[in-house]
């Protein structure tokens, strides 16, 4: 992973449209001690893939793409199951735009994009379309990889018993297939398949 700090890469974005010291709490946010994977690395991860589209797109939708990726997670409590409605709102709290078009249009997108994560099934709007692929993307990756990935979101759901985790693991792991493409599946089987040998 790049050491580029994204609060440094993005900050004129970040400085463009939210309150003043909005990007210190998100900062604080990201690192919190409980985040193994849903951490300031897969932020990182996700604002690599979308880099993919700058060039794609105009600069109100790639400003939507960035802003989306550092509210997307604000809020990761693992035990709570209203993560993305509070990310909606810590971003919508903070958001500034002084034009009232763009404001409303603009804002909608991004929490189309935040609430688009809460889905096993990829949305069907172009912009959604690649936020979702970016936060997804770890499923493209190899058994090596996924298998990292699986470790850090058990030492998340730590609090679960290996049966308990194992049996919701499942049922989301098998709700991803179909989702991304043969590749991705295969992936997911064989992650499917680690989950039921480990826990």
């Known amino acids: 992973m790049e050491k580029i700090d994204p609060f440094k890469k993005y900050k004129s974005i970040l400085e463009k449209y939210l309150l003043p010291g909005t990007s210190k709490l998100l900062s604080q946010a990201w690192i919190e001690p409980w985040r193994k994977y849903h951490n300031i690395d897969h932020l990182k991860e996700i604002l690599n893939e979308l880099e993919k589209w700058k060039s794609k797109s105009y600069p109100i939708q790639w400003d939507a793409l960035v802003l989306a990726a550092f509210f997307h997670d604000a809020v990761y409590v693992p035990i709570r199951k209203d993560n993305e409605d509070q990310s909606i709102s810590r971003f919508l709290a903070n958001f500034i735009n002084k034009n009232k078009t763009l404001h409303n249009i603009m804002s909608n997108k991004i929490c189309q994009m935040i609430e688009s994560t809460k889905f096993r099934k990829r949305p069907t709007d172009p912009l959604l379309q690649i936020f979702w692929d970016a936060?997804?993307?770890?499923?493209?990756?190899?058994?090596?990889?996924?298998?990292?990935?699986?470790?850090?979101?058990?030492?998340?759901?730590?609090?679960?018993?290996?049966?308990?985790?194992?049996?919701?693991?499942?049922?989301?792991?098998?709700?991803?297939?179909?989702?991304?493409?043969?590749?991705?599946?295969?992936?997911?089987?064989?992650?499917?398949?680690?989950?039921?040998?480990?826990?």
Do not use: H, W
């Open 135 to 199: 936060d997804n993307v770890i499923f493209k990756e190899g058994i090596v990889k996924l298998t990292e990935y699986e470790k850090k979101i058990r030492e998340e759901f730590k609090f679960y018993s290996n049966l308990d985790y194992k049996k919701g693991r499942l049922i989301f792991l098998n709700s991803c297939i179909g989702t991304m493409g043969p590749k991705a599946d295969q992936n997911i089987k064989e992650l499917i398949e680690f989950v039921k040998i480990n826990y």
